[in-house]
């Protein structure tokens, strides 16, 4: 299953997210294994699967 946004992103902010990837800046998001779903989530946030984040539902 592809990550998806979960807003559509505005003209302005779409574009200039879409040069920063043009332009090789974009770093890409670390992410992590939930550790209670098992799925891949960006790190230092809640899970964007089931909501926990360090043990706790967020
Ligand atoms: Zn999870």
């Given at each position: 299953?592809?990550?998806?946004?979960?807003?559509?992103?505005?003209?302005?902010?779409?574009?200039?997210?879409?040069?920063?990837?043009?332009?090789?800046?974009m770093?890409?998001?670390?992410?992590?294994?939930?550790?209670?779903?098992?799925?891949?989530?960006?790190?230092?946030?809640?899970?964007?699967?089931?909501?926990?984040?360090?043990?706790?539902?967020?």
């Amino acid at each position: 299953m592809a990550p998806l946004p979960k807003r559509k992103l505005s003209k302005r902010r779409g574009r200039v997210r879409f040069n920063g990837q043009r332009n090789g800046l974009m770093v890409a998001t670390q992410t992590v294994v939930c550790p209670s779903c098992k799925k891949v989530t960006p790190a230092h946030r809640a899970c964007r699967y089931c909501g926990f984040y360090k043990g706790k539902k967020v």
